[in-house]
């Protein structure tokens, strides 16, 4: 690579307005970002970067400093303070994506195995929950309760669950976030609106699951939750 | 050619002329660069999965400044299915390929919206889907243009694994929906991207493909 570097440097000292030559640096130097990519696409610290490139430090800054120009790098803190590089090419793609919201306000940490992505707008903590519910993951659901902690547009919580048919869902859900954490109160409008009949058949959340621990919240919402009181580990339990 | 940005800002600019909520497949460059496995595209190519939706999109790309394009001048006279094709700007700079579930000699079938996994959402209206890698290489192969064989030549070398066995049942799934050609053009299309490109694809997906076509022309001679 270093290599690479010396030979930019003395075309573009002796052929720097030559238009063709310019095109040719632009598409070596694309071409070696890919390369780099490649190599250290995964989640690194700088001294993995430093072992996979065989650098010392002050290479290995700059090599992600040149990946992060491309927008290939999300940076991170880890608990022990030490930065955490997020090296993938989907980076570059923008967006905000439900997990990112889910993450910002939840114990649980989640890592994205596909993408759902919003441009254009913010998306609101409803959708993050209702994309949750959608999503039948045990760990996103058990995440994706936290919501519930900042959830106030209750309208269009009621519209979303209206829409995408998981009434039930979202409130036992709901009466499961009351049980471990302090949550804002569901308006009563709401809560009435979505209330299964007493003498409607159980549905499931995701199907085979249901819970051993929250048989009550079950029982009202009519809904097999799939959940338990070991998931929630990472939150304080009331 | 459109770079990931401007890809983003168009389907943006379209979302928000969008009258209802319509969800599309993205196939193509546009779905490789949405993988990151591409940095620029020539067209954005999308699926709909009914006229309708297509006319909503249309409509709302006209209002934009769009104008129709003779399909013809890039795809040729003989290739069926043909999109409606949409361009913008000096040199159509900026084109929208929109197919409707008919890809050239390929359906998009049910099983390839449900691989595709990836979601990305324009403003309120424009839900778009991207086609996963293993589709891509089918839909690559119906189109078969000048670039096609390169980009499955990145697609085979830059995914981190292709499961050969989903693409040669999708191939046999849509000769059973219609497209007899299905198989044929795959294991034409493979080899070709074999013996010019050399590209690494196991011989015994070849060999596997060419004992379908075999077998699908005996039972058309019964």
């Not at chain 2, 096609?148 to 085979?156: L, S």
Request: aromatic share 10%.
């Amino acid at each position: 690579m270093l290599k690479n570097r010396k030979v930019y440097i003395i075309v573009l000292l002796d052929l720097t307005y030559n238009h063709n030559i310019y095109k040719l640096i632009i598409v070596t130097l694309i071409m070696e970002t890919k390369l780099l990519l490649k190599k250290l696409e995964g989640i690194h610290t700088i001294e993995a970067v430093m072992d996979i490139l065989n650098v010392d430090k002050n290479k290995a800054i700059y090599y992600i400093y040149r990946l992060r120009k491309w927008g290939y790098v999300k940076t991170k803190v880890s608990s022990d303070k030490k930065r955490v590089y997020y090296i993938y090419r989907k980076n570059r793609l923008g967006g905000k994506s439900y997990y990112e919201v889910i993450n910002l306000y939840s114990p649980i940490k989640l890592a994205e195995s596909s993408f759902y992505k919003v441009y254009g707008r913010e998306p609101t903590l409803e959708e993050a929950l209702i994309y949750a519910i959608k999503s039948k993951k045990v760990r996103v659901l058990t995440a994706a309760l936290s919501l519930f902690k900042h959830i106030d547009n209750w309208t269009l919580l009621g519209e979303l669950t209206r829409k995408n048919h998981v009434e039930r869902s979202v409130g036992a859900l709901y009466d499961l976030s009351r049980k471990i954490m302090k949550t804002r109160r569901m308006t009563k409008k709401l809560r009435d609106s979505i209330l299964p009949e007493k003498n409607a058949k159980f549905a499931e959340m995701i199907e085979g699951f249901k819970s051993k621990d929250f048989k009550e919240i079950e029982e009202t919402w009519k809904i097999r939750i799939p959940l338990n009181k070991a998931d929630f580990e990472d939150y304080i339990i009331k | 050619m459109i770079n990931v940005n401007e890809q983003q800002d168009l389907l943006l600019g379209v979302a928000k002329k969008l009258k209802k909520e319509i969800v599309v497949y993205a196939i193509g460059g546009t779905a490789m660069m949405f993988h990151g496995l591409k940095d620029t595209t020539k067209d954005i190519d999308l699926v709909f999965n009914n006229e309708e939706d297509r006319e909503s999109f249309e409509e709302a790309a006209k209002s934009l400044g769009y104008r129709e394009f003779d399909s013809v001048i890039v795809y040729g006279a003989k290739k069926e299915n043909r999109p409606v094709m949409l361009a913008r700007g000096k040199g159509e700079a900026e084109r929208f390929d929109l197919f409707n579930y008919n890809v050239i000699s390929f359906f998009f079938s049910e099983n390839m919206k449900k691989r595709a996994e990836n979601t990305f959402e324009f403003g309120q209206n424009l839900i778009l889907k991207i086609a996963d890698v293993h589709d891509l290489i089918l839909m690559k192969c119906a189109t078969d243009r000048q670039k096609d064989a390169e980009d499955v030549q990145t697609i085979i070398n830059e995914s981190q694994k292709i499961d050969w066995n989903i693409i040669i049942e999708e191939s046999k799934h849509q000769v059973t929906l219609g497209k007899t050609r299905a198989t044929w053009d795959l294991c034409d299309f493979l080899d070709r991207l074999k013996e010019e490109l050399n590209v690494n694809i196991p011989p015994e997906v070849i060999n596997e493909l060419i004992n379908l076509v075999q077998k699908q022309a005996e039972e058309k001679k019964e």
